[in-house]
C-alpha cells in the first residue's frame, strides 16, 4: 500500500491451492491496484491520520468502536457484485468496523438512476430484508423508538449505524447473493452475505465528498458480520494482505487474500481482546530497541486498563505509526543522538526530526524493532518509519499520541512489505518479510 492515503481499486480473484482438497482448498485473492495516480502530501496524510485516531478513541453510546469510514480515509474500495442479476459496487473496505453496508434505492423504474450508484433491491430476484425477531438482528445496532412487530410477516429488522461525527446509515438489515469473479472466469456465489441496505444515509463522513464516491462500507473487523467472519468457515477464519510500497517502479501488487498462506513461514504473536473495543486487532509489545539498545520504557506503558483504554492495534487505515508520549520521546531522543545529519532548510509541519540527506551516498538510519508478546520481533526496514517529505529531505514517521486515554497504532507504512496473517481460529497474528514476495 502506499506511504499516504491513496485510494486502491480491489479486483476479486478466486484461485486454488495445491496443498489441500477440503473447503480450504480455496482462497479468495484480492490484488490492490492504483485507482489513480498520486502524489503524497506529508501534512495531508498527517491530518487524515490524526482525524482517524481521534474520531477512534471516541466513545459511541451505539457503538463499541467507530469505523474508520467515518474520517473519509478508507484507503481501500472492493469491486463488489451483489443481487442477482449482479449489480456493481464500489465499497470502502475498513479494518476497523464490522458492518457491511450498500447504498440502497427503493425506486420502481430506476432507468433515471445511474447505474453502479446505489443498490436497487427491486431488480434483484434474491434479495431478502432479515424479520426483525429474527437472531442475526440482534448483532446490529437499531434506531430508537423503533419496535420490531413480531406477529407482522414483513416486519423488516432496521439498523441504524453511527459514526462520532454525526453521520451515520440506516435502513434494513439484509441478505444477499455476492458474486466473485475468479481468475480462471468462473463465477464463485455467496448466497448469504448480512448486509445493512442503507436508504438513509447523513453527513460528511458517508455523503461527503470524503467518501471518495463510494457507495457503502465492508467491514473488515472481528465481529459476527463482518465479511472475515462471514466467509470464515469457506476460508479457514483466516485473511492476510500485503501493502507494498507503491512509489517503486514497476509498483510490485498489494493483495487482500482470504483463507490459507501457509507456503510462507511466519512469526507469531497473540490476538489479544479488547471486550470495550472487541472489532480492533491487538497486540502486545513488550518492549522496543534502537541499534539492539532496549529502550527503559515501562510494561504498563502498553497495558489495557479496565476501561478498555492502552494497548496496541494494527490498522491498515492509518498511514502513520502512534505511539505512546513516553515511548515516542524515548525514541526520538535516541534517533537524535545517533543520526548527526543537518536539519533542513524549511521544516515539515507535524514532523518532529527531519534531516536533509543531500550530502550522503549511502544513508544509514537507526534501526527499530519491537519485541511482542510471543517472543516474535518485528523489525521493520528504516524505510518504513522514515519518509521522503520533499527532495533530499526525510522525517521520522512516528507520533505521540498524546491522549490520556489513547491507543497505540501500528500503521500502514509501518507494515510495508509484510505479509500479515490474521487468525481468528488460532487468535494469532502471523507476519513475515518473505510473504510478499510470492506471486
Known amino acids: 500500500m502506499s506511504i499516504f492515503l491513496i485510494s486502491l481499486l480491489i479486483l476479486i480473484h478466486f484461485s486454488p491451492s495445491s496443498s489441500s482438497t477440503t473447503n480450504d482448498q480455496y482462497y479468495l485473492k484480492l490484488p490492490l491496484l492504483h485507482k489513480t495516480p498520486f502524489h503524497p502530501n506529508p501534512t495531508q496524510s498527517l491530518s487524515s491520520d490524526l482525524h482517524r485516531i481521534s474520531t477512534l ?95 407482522r410477516l414483513h416486519s423488516p429488522c432496521r439498523y441504524e449505524y453511527s459514526y462520532s461525527d454525526g453521520s451515520f446509515t440506516s435502513g434494513f438489515f439484509s441478505r444477499e447473493t455476492t458474486t466473485f469473479n475468479t481468475s480462471s472466469g468462473n463465477v464463485v456465489k455467496h448466497n448469504k452475505l448480512a448486509f445493512g441496505c442503507g436508504f438513509n444515509q447523513s453527513g460528511p463522513s458517508v455523503s461527503g465528498p470524503s467518501f471518495n464516491g463510494a457507495n457503502g462500507v465492508i467491514g473488515l473487523g472481528r465481529g459476527p458480520i463482518s465479511l472475515p467472519s462471514q466467509l470464515g468457515r469457506r476460508f479457514g477464519n483466516k485473511f492476510s494482505y500485503c501493502l507494498m510500497d507503491y512509489t517503486l517502479s514497476p509498483p510490485p501488487t498489494s493483495f487482500l487474500l482470504f483463507g490459507n498462506n501457509d507456503a510462507v513461514k511466519k512469526s507469531y504473536t497473540p490476538l489479544l481482546v479488547n471486550p ?26 502498553w497495558a489495557i486498563d479496565g476501561f478498555g483504554n492502552g494497548g496496541t492495534i494494527v490498522d491498515s487505515g492509518t498511514t502513520l ?20 545529519l543537518p536539519s533542513p532548510d524549511e521544516t515539515t509541519p ?90
Open 57 to 151: 478513541h471516541k466513545k459511541s453510546p451505539q457503538l463499541p468502536l467507530t469505523s474508520g469510514a467515518s474520517t473519509g480515509s478508507g484507503q481501500y474500495f472492493v469491486d463488489l457484485r451483489i443481487g442477482t442479476p449482479p449489480q456493481r459496487l464500489l465499497l470502502v473496505a475498513d479494518t476497523g468496523s464490522d458492518l457491511v453496508w450498500v447504498s440502497c434505492s427503493a425506486c420502481r423504474n430506476c432507468s433515471k438512476h445511474p447505474p453502479n450508484t446505489s443498490f436497487f433491491p427491486r431488480h434483484s430476484t434474491t434479495f431478502s430484508p432479515h424479520h426483525c425477531f429474527d437472531s442475526s438482528c440482534k448483532l446490529i445496532p437499531h434506531p430508537r423508538h423503533v419496535a420490531c412487530n413480531h406477529t
Open 276 to 301: 470495550l473495543s472487541p472489532t480492533f486487532y491487538y497486540v502486545g509489545i513488550k518492549s522496543v530497541y534502537i541499534e539492539g539498545v532496549k529502550l527503559p520504557i515501562s510494561p504498563s506503558t
Open 321 to 340: 505509526t502512534f505511539l505512546p508520549d513516553p515511548v515516542y520521546n524515548r525514541i526520538l531522543n535516541a534517533v537524535n543522538k545517533l543520526v548527526t
Open 350 to 439: 507535524g514532523f518532529d526530526f527531519c534531516i536533509n540527506v543531500s550530502s550522503v551516498s549511502t544513508l544509514i538510519l537507526p534501526k527499530l524493532s519491537f519485541k511482542l508478546v510471543g517472543k516474535s520481533v518485528f523489525s521493520p526496514p528504516p524505510s518504513n518509519y522514515f519518509i521522503d517529505t520533499a527532495e533530499d529531505v526525510k522525517c521520522l514517521a512516528l507520533q505521540p499520541v498524546g491522549l490520556p486515554s489513547s491507543f497505540s497504532v501500528i500503521g500502514n507504512l509501518m507494515q510495508q512489505g509484510f505479509l500479515f496473517e490474521f487468525d481468528s481460529d488460532r487468535l494469532q497474528l502471523g507476519f513475515s518479510r518473505r510473504g510478499c514476495a510470492l506471486p
